[in-house]
C-alpha cells in the first residue's frame, strides 16, 4: 500500500512538474526575454514529439494601425471592444457594461484579418500596460494523440488567464472549430466542446478577449458563434477604390520618386477585385518588372553587377504589365462578379446599363452611398429587379456585373447553384438560410442570383420553399436588394418566382435588342480596326552594354557561440 501510494504522489509530483513547463511555453507574441521565464527559450527539440507541431506565429512588432489601409470601421470597433475594456476596465466597471468575450473576424483570403491582429498585437504592447497577446493557427493546435489538443488548448487558456489581462487570437479558427456533424469525425468534435466550455468559463470582466479569423464562416459551428462566445463578428470585405488607392499608397510608401496621384486613381479604378495582398503583390511585381526594364542584363549574369538603383524607377508600364500578370485572388477561387461594362460590347449596352441603373436609383436610393450610410427606412419597400433577357444578350456575362460594379460600395452576397451546392459538408436548404442571413446581415447590401430560372429548375421543392420564406420574412423596408437574371420571360417562370417578382410592381427588366445605331457604333471600330495595315512587330532593341561585375555579399558570419553550439551538435 505503501510503495503504490508514494508511487501516485510521485506521479502527480511529475505530472504537475511538466504542465508547469509545458505552460511556459506559451509565450505571448509581444513581451521579450525578460518577460516571460526563460524556460520557453530552450532547444524546442527537447519538447518532446506532442509538442512538434506546435509553431507559435511569429511577429512583427513594426505593425501598427497605421499600416492598415481602410478598415477604419474595424480598427474603431477593436479598439473599442477589446483594448479599452482590457486598459480601462473601472470605465466599465462604472456603468456596468460587459465587454465581449469573443470577436469573430471573417471575409475573403487576404483582406487583412491577420494583419490586424498583428496590428492590435502590437498596439498593445507600446501601452504602458501590457497586454499579453497569444497568437495561434487553428491546425497549430491539432496533434496526433488524441486528447493532446485540449489539453493544450487547456493550457493556453491557462496561460492567457494567468497573465491576463490577454488576447488570444486563432487564425483559421475553421479548422479548429469546424460545425460538429454526423459526417465529422469524434475528434473535432471533443475540440470544439472544450473550447466551448473554456469560452463558457472565462470571467465577464473582458480580461481576457479571443479572437477568432476564418474565410468560410459558414464552416464554424454555430454553437460558437452564440452570445456570450463569439458575440461580435466583423465582416471583411474587399477593398473598394479608395481603400484600393490607400493601400497602394501604403505599400509604396517608401518608393522614391512616389507615385504619381493620376496613376493611383488608375490603379484604383483598374484593381477591382483585388484584395490587400493581392495589392501588395502588384506593387511588387511592378518594382520587379522596372529593373527587368532598365537593367534586363542582370537576368543573364549570375555574377552580381553593378547597377545604379537611381536609375531604377517604377512607371505606368511596369504598373501595366504587373497588373496584366497578377490575377487576383477573388477570381481565382470563385468568377468575376463585377466590373465595368467592356469597351467592344459598350456601343451596345450602356442605353440598357443606363435605364437600369435609373430604374435601381429609384428604388433603391442606398446603391451609391456605401455601408456606413443611414437613410430613412421609409425610403426602401421590397427593393427587388429581376432582369429578363434570352440567351446571348449578356445580361449574366456583362449588364448584371456592370450594374454591380455601379454600386461597388455596397457588398454582393451571391446565390447561384455552385454555392448551394459545392460545400458537401452542408445541405442545400443550410446554404440558402446561411446566404439569405449573411445578406441581411451587412445591410444595405445586395443578394444577387444569376440564373434564376435554372436555380429553379435544380432545386428540390424544400429549397425552393426555403428561398421564398427566407426572402418573405426580410422586412419589406430592409435595405436590401435582391437583384436576379433570367433568360425566361416572367409570364413562363413558376409562379413562386413570378410572387417573389411581382411585375406590377415593376419589379422586372426586360433588355430589348440593340437597335440600328448601336449596331453601326460597334461595327465602327472594327471595320476600322480591319482597314489598318498588319501588324508589325517592333524592332529588337539595340544591345545593352555591359556592366561591372561586383564581388556578391558575404553570407553572414557566424557568432562565436553559435559555431560552438554547431560543433557541439555535429
Ligand atoms: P487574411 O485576411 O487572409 O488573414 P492577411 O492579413 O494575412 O490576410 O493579409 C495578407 C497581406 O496583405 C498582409 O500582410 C498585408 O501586407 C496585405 N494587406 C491585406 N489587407 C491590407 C490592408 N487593408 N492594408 C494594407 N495591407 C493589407
Avoid at 471575409?107 to 504602458?128: H, I, Q
Avoid at 461580435?232 to 477593398?239: K, T
Wanted: hydrophobic letters at 35%; aromatic letters at 6%; a positive charge.
Amino acid at each position: 500500500t505503501e510503495s503504490s501510494e508514494s508511487d501516485e504522489a510521485n506521479f502527480e509530483m511529475r505530472k504537475s512538474k511538466r504542465m508547469n513547463l509545458e505552460r511556459e511555453k506559451m509565450r505571448p507574441l509581444n513581451m521579450d526575454k525578460r518577460d516571460v521565464n526563460k524556460s520557453i527559450f530552450k532547444d524546442r527539440s527537447k519538447a518532446g514529439s506532442s509538442l512538434a507541431d506546435v509553431q507559435p506565429m511569429e511577429m512583427d512588432m513594426g505593425v501598427t494601425f497605421d499600416n492598415v489601409g481602410g478598415l477604419k470601421e474595424q480598427v474603431h470597433s477593436l479598439k473599442e471592444m477589446v483594448m479599452f475594456p482590457l486598459l480601462y476596465p473601472e470605465m466599465f466597471k462604472k456603468f456596468d457594461i460587459q465587454p465581449p468575450r469573443g470577436v469573430l473576424f471573417y471575409g475573403p483570403p487576404g483582406t487583412g484579418k491577420t494583419l490586424l491582429a498583428r496590428a492590435l498585437a502590437s498596439e498593445c504592447s507600446s501601452e504602458n500596460k501590457k497586454v499579453a497577446f497569444f497568437m495561434r493557427k487553428g491546425a497549430d493546435c491539432l496533434s496526433k494523440w488524441i486528447g493532446e489538443s485540449e489539453r493544450q488548448l487547456r493550457m493556453l487558456f491557462d496561460q492567457a488567464y494567468q497573465m491576463r489581462p490577454s488576447i488570444i487570437f486563432f487564425d483559421e479558427i475553421d479548422g479548429l472549430a469546424p460545425v460538429r456533424s454526423s459526417r465529422q469525425d469524434q475528434i473535432h468534435s471533443s475540440i470544439v466542446s472544450t473550447l466551448l466550455a473554456l469560452m463558457d468559463g472565462l470571467d465577464n470582466r473582458g480580461e481576457i478577449v479571443v479572437i477568432g479569423a476564418t474565410n468560410r464562416l459558414e464552416n464554424i459551428d454555430p454553437a460558437l458563434r452564440r452570445p456570450g462566445r463569439f458575440d461580435r463578428e466583423f465582416r471583411f470585405f474587399l477593398p473598394d477604390r479608395k481603400t484600393r488607392k490607400e493601400i497602394i499608397k501604403l505599400h509604396t510608401k517608401t518608393w522614391d520618386p512616389p507615385i504619381s496621384e493620376p496613376l493611383l486613381n488608375t490603379l484604383g479604378t483598374r484593381t477591382i477585385g483585388y484584395c490587400g495582398a493581392d495589392l501588395k503583390g502588384l506593387t511588387a511585381e511592378a518594382a520587379l518588372n522596372s529593373l527587368r526594364r532598365s537593367f534586363p542584363q542582370v537576368y543573364e549574369s549570375n555574377q552580381k553587377l553593378a547597377i545604379d538603383m537611381n536609375v531604377v524607377q517604377v512607371r505606368k508600364c511596369d504598373f501595366e504589365k504587373a497588373l496584366r500578370k497578377i490575377v487576383p485572388s477573388t477570381h481565382r477561387v470563385e468568377d468575376r462578379v463585377l466590373g465595368p461594362l467592356p469597351k467592344q460590347v459598350r456601343p451596345l449596352l450602356s442605353q440598357t446599363l443606363t435605364n437600369l441603373t435609373h430604374h435601381i436609383k429609384k428604388i433603391f436610393p442606398h446603391c451609391r452611398l456605401g455601408k456606413t450610410a443611414v437613410l430613412p427606412a421609409t425610403l426602401t419597400h421590397r427593393p427587388r429587379l429581376l432582369i429578363v433577357a434570352t440567351e446571348g444578350q449578356g445580361a449574366t456575362t456583362y449588364l448584371a456585373p456592370a450594374l454591380l460594379h455601379f454600386m461597388e460600395k455596397l457588398p454582393v452576397t451571391k446565390l447561384d447553384i455552385a454555392a448551394l451546392f459545392s460545400n458537401s459538408a452542408r445541405t442545400p436548404e443550410e446554404a440558402v438560410t446561411s446566404l439569405i442571413h449573411l445578406a441581411r446581415r451587412t445591410q444595405p447590401g445586395i443578394l444577387f442570383i444569376p440564373h434564376l430560372a435554372k436555380l429553379w429548375s435544380v432545386s428540390s421543392e424544400t429549397v425552393r420553399a426555403t428561398l421564398c420564406t427566407a426572402l418573405a420574412d426580410c422586412p419589406p423596408n430592409a435595405p436590401m436588394l435582391v437583384l436576379a437574371v433570367s433568360n425566361v420571360p416572367h409570364h413562363q417562370l413558376d409562379e413562386s418566382v413570378q410572387h417573389l417578382f411581382n411585375i406590377h410592381y415593376r419589379e422586372t427588366y426586360r433588355v430589348d435588342n440593340p437597335g440600328e445605331n448601336e449596331r453601326r457604333e460597334f461595327f465602327r471600330p472594327l471595320v476600322t480596326a480591319c482597314s489598318q495595315p498588319p501588324y508589325q512587330p517592333p524592332p529588337p532593341p539595340p544591345p545593352r552594354e555591359s556592366l561591372a561585375v561586383l564581388p556578391a555579399p558575404d553570407s553572414r558570419a557566424l557568432t562565436e557561440r553559435e559555431e560552438k553550439r554547431l560543433k557541439r551538435k555535429e
